[in-house]
């Protein structure tokens, strides 16, 4: 009898276990895709999130740095409520994986775009709501950031 009780203990303990996803702790645990291929993501309603991660103090985004775990709040929120939409990244010092980035001398733009190449980018962290393969919102700064990803979390 005992034996069973343990067993079935540990058929259960072993089952919680499996049901658990990993927590996103890094930009590594998150989806990252290729610039290209912003419009091509799964979902009518998906945000994109360029960031310029940490590499030393001479190369590195401060803003990006300052929100960088309300972006990792978000994607698990994201991961465990499935009315939510996912976000995916963009390294934007990935210059393999951005090909055909339009790094901007003027401000970011992407309102409206449809294809990757009508989006400019100047200033990281940026975000943008993709809605039925359009942008159909943008936030590039860190508080508005931040402000629209725990505006949906509390939803």
Request: some cysteine.
């Amino acid at each position: 009898m005992r034996r069973l009780i343990h067993l079935l203990m540990a058929i259960g303990f072993c089952s919680m276990l499996a049901g658990c996803s990993k927590q996103i702790n890094e930009y590594g645990d998150m989806t990252t895709i290729q610039y290209s291929t912003i419009f091509e993501q799964d979902g009518l309603e998906y945000y994109v999130y360029i960031y310029r991660p940490y590499v030393n103090n001479d190369n590195y985004c401060y803003y990006c740095e300052l929100i960088k775990n309300d972006i990792f709040a978000y994607a698990n929120f994201a991961r465990k409520h499935k009315q939510a939409r996912p976000i995916y990244i963009i390294n934007y010092n990935d210059k393999s994986a951005n090909a055909g980035m339009y790094v901007s001398t003027g401000e970011n733009h992407s309102i409206n775009a449809t294809t990757y190449t009508e989006i400019k980018i100047r200033t990281v962290p940026y975000l943008m709501l993709i809605e039925r393969g359009k942008v159909t919102k943008d936030w590039d700064e860190a508080t508005p950031i931040r402000e629209e990803l725990n505006q949906q979390m509390a939803k």
